[in-house]
């Protein structure tokens, strides 16, 4: 199967990176010890509540939780793990992997102590205004009573590849109301999660290598339940 290097529009809602540690810090002192180890092209923020949009999505709750952002990402500090995402539009994998990199290099070094990491994720979430799921995409939804057509509806699926757990989500036209928006739109949502876990690692290549496979992972099940003709609408590129 060929894959694309990329499509457009690609429809990402969000590009989550999860990447879990061993937990090295009481969980009040992370934002201030991690920023402290960054360069200056980093902001952080800890009042989501008045902050534009942009740093601060739907997926991201709006507590007290700490992010941290530039130009590109942004990350949101856990106990035990660092959740990335894209700030205003997808890079590209390339260079978001790299700003992964940047961002867990710099904590590294900084540290001068090893740090563990024994779990990564990599969650891609697509919508689509206004398509019907099963015009674009390869599956089909029926149950007991063949004779009823449903034009919203939920399906969650949950398999293993390659050492690798899948999550798999797909909800058609569902109606959402946008923030300050009184109007409501038909959205159809493709969400991919990847999970590769029971690992142990203190080395950044090594990390790297599992984050990449975990993210192939997710674009190889895309691409394979997508429309062939619904893909061509997306200008990709080989």
Do not use: C
């Amino acid at each position: 199967m060929r894959v694309p290097k990329k499509i457009f529009p690609d429809r990402l809602k969000d590009a989550i990176v999860e990447i879990h540690y061993a937990n090295f810090l009481p969980l009040e002192l992370i934002p201030g010890v991690i920023f402290h180890l960054l360069d200056d092209t980093y902001t952080y923020a800890s009042a989501p509540l008045h902050l534009d949009k942009k740093v601060f999505s739907s997926y991201y709750p709006h507590t007290s939780s700490s992010i941290i952002f530039n130009d590109n990402i942004k990350v949101l500090l856990r106990r035990n793990s660092f959740i990335f995402n894209f700030l205003n539009t997808y890079i590209g994998w390339d260079e978001y992997s790299k700003e992964i990199r940047k961002f867990i290099k710099a904590i590294i070094e900084a540290r001068k102590e090893p740090i563990e990491f024994n779990r990564a994720s990599v969650r891609y979430i697509s919508e689509y205004p206004d398509l019907d799921l099963e015009e674009g995409f390869k599956f089909e939804f029926t149950y007991g009573m063949p004779h009823i057509q449903s034009d919203k509806f939920t399906i969650r699926s949950e398999f293993s590849q390659d050492d690798m757990l899948i999550f798999l989500n797909l909800q058609n036209s569902i109606e959402l109301t946008k923030q300050d928006e009184d109007k409501s739109a038909s959205i159809s949502i493709v969400d991919i999660d990847v999970l590769k876990e029971d690992f142990k690692t203190s080395d950044l290549t090594e990390l790297l290598k599992i984050i990449t496979s975990v993210h192939d992972k997710q674009k190889e099940i895309f691409f394979s339940i997508i429309k062939e003709d619904f893909l061509k609408t997306l200008k990709p590129e080989y």
